[in-house]
T-cell receptor, first 114, second 112 residues
Framework: NAGVTQTPKFQVLKTGQSMTLQCAQD?????MYWYRQDPGMGLRLIYY???????DKGEVPNGYNVSRLNKREFSLRLESAAPSQTSVYFC?????????????FGPGTRLTVT | RKEVEQDPGPFNVPEGATVAFNCTYS??????FFWYRQDCRKEPKLLMS???SGNEDGRFTAQLNRASQYISLLIRDSKLSDSATYLC?????????????FGTGTLLAVQP
């Protein structure tokens, strides 16, 4: 049982380049999330998808776009990378968008923008 | 004021010690509370949910004080394997979406 998978694990980009982070879950969860984690900041929500076909902005959406491709997959795109987007990115999923449900996290993508 | 505040530590304790972490949250509308554990360079994983009545899971006890907007985690008989960062997590409250607010974490280092 893979749970939540993310690709790539590591990436180095130059300023202005674009890339897409991929996330997939095999737990039949309805809700999926993208977070970034920076030292001293805690995890911050970038975008989320409460259910297939819907996406909404989180706390720090600027510079990012998302696509909920199907129930399993939720991708995060950086159109023009900036050094401020250097971070660790985590994808997560939960059974539904109710507040009581555990979120399961992927292993993370470590992104460096030079 | 941060929405969720934790003492960053580090807490350096010997094996077998009892250690307590505290957390405060600012949104009185929050309804769900959790402790997550994050090992170095790994993803967060749920340690336990926190209920109003308090709850215990083996060596771990979590308590919630809604009036003071305060959450605690007690670890008894610390093991080397307990070394990790402990994240206090609170549901943002309101609406139908599971938006979690994460504290910056408290680092625990259990020494042999």
């Amino acid at each position: 049982n893979a749970g939540v998978t993310q690709t790539p694990k590591f990436q180095v980009l130059k300023t202005g380049q674009s890339m897409t982070l991929q996330c997939a879950q095999d737990m039949n969860h309805n809700s999926m999330y993208w977070y970034r984690q920076d030292p001293g900041m805690g995890l911050r929500l970038i975008y989320y998808s409460a259910s297939e076909g819907t996406t909404d902005k989180g706390e720090v959406p600027n510079g990012y776009n998302v696509s909920r491709l199907n129930k399993r997959e939720f991708s995060l795109r950086l159109e023009s990378a900036a050094p401020s987007q250097t971070s660790v990115y985590f994808c997560a999923s939960s059974r539904t968008s109710g507040g009581d449900y555990e979120q399961y996290f992927g292993p993370g993508t470590r992104l460096t923008v030079t | 004021r941060k929405e969720v505040e934790q003492d960053p530590g580090p807490f350096n304790v010997p094996e077998g010690a009892t250690v307590a972490f505290n957390c405060t949250y600012s949104n009185s509308a929050s309804q769900s509370f959790f402790w997550y554990r994050q090992d170095c360079r790994k993803e967060p994983k749920l340690l336990m949910s926190v209920y109003s009545s308090g709850n215990e899971d083996g060596r771990f006890t979590a308590q919630l004080n809604r009036a003071s907007q305060y959450i605690s985690l007690l670890i008894r008989d610390s093991k080397l394997s307990d070394s990790a960062t402990y994240l206090c997590v609170v549901n943002k409250g309101g609406g139908a979406t599971n938006k979690l607010i994460f504290g910056t974490g408290t680092l625990l280092a259990v020494q042999p």
